[in-house]
């Protein structure tokens, strides 16, 4: 079965930017919807972007858009999220996640990674 592991998190001061990646085995990616997804401690899990099966299309909530980015490259079984002028608000544990559609909504999806930290802070 797909296999999803996230990388690439950790602490960045406001104005920063991280890096994160995720990446599948067990089954080719591009058959593939690639969401992120996000979840702060007492909040519950939100939709950030989501990438369609060739990269053509991409979806972005609108407090990240601008200054997020998500590309893909089947290649690699790879996609990875830019993430430009962090904002404390965007402290959470990532997630990557696979789904059919392209789609905020974390039912969509069905397979999912561990999760990787992202703290901004002073």
């Known amino acids: 079965q797909l296999q999803l592991v996230e990388s690439g998190g950790g602490l960045v001061q406001p104005g920063g930017s991280l890096r994160l990646s995720c990446v599948a085995s067990g089954l080719t990616l591009d058959y593939y919807a690639i969401g992120w997804f996000r979840q702060a401690p007492g909040k519950e899990r939100e939709g950030v972007s989501c990438i369609s099966r060739s990269g053509g299309s991409t979806m972005y909530a609108d407090s990240v858009k601008g200054r997020f980015i998500l590309s893909r490259d089947n290649a690699k079984n790879m996609v990875y999220l830019q993430m430009n002028s962090l904002k404390p608000e965007d402290t959470a544990v990532y997630y990557c996640?696979?789904?059919?559609?392209?789609?905020?909504?974390?039912?969509?999806?069905?397979?999912w990674g561990q999760g990787t930290q992202v703290t901004v802070s002073s």
């Open positions: 996640a696979a789904g059919l559609s392209v789609a905020l909504d974390p039912s969509y999806f069905a397979h």
